[in-house]
């Protein structure tokens, strides 16, 4: 399911238009962003929450060459899935 796929689901489960369904979906996307950006965590209850994590700096390697590499620190997205979810998943 892509984005549009996601808009014509709602929008027929709800019964609003396909514009004011893209609408509320970009917010929603918009929100969980920027909360995530700013370190907050967005909680779901049933669904997941989204959270920001740190990697470490560490070592690697080139593929190709097999030539040590030093890959730098970074900020990552965590989805934890919530309990509704994965029992959904797996029934």
Not at 11 to 29: R, S, Y
Not at 46 to 61: C, D, H, K, N
Request: glycine share 10%; charged share 20%; aromatic share 6%.
């Amino acid at each position: 399911m892509n984005k549009q796929d996601l808009i014509d689901a709602v929008a027929n489960e709800v019964g609003i238009t396909k514009l004011a369904t893209a609408e509320a979906i970009d917010a929603f996307l918009d929100a969980v962003t920027q909360a995530v950006v700013r370190g907050d965590a967005v909680q779901l209850i049933g669904f997941g929450s989204f959270s920001s994590g740190t990697r470490a700096a560490r070592t690697g390697r080139n593929p190709k060459t097999g030539a040590p590499l030093q890959i730098a620190a970074s900020k990552t997205v965590k989805f934890t899935v919530g309990k509704g979810f994965k029992d959904a998943v797996n029934r």
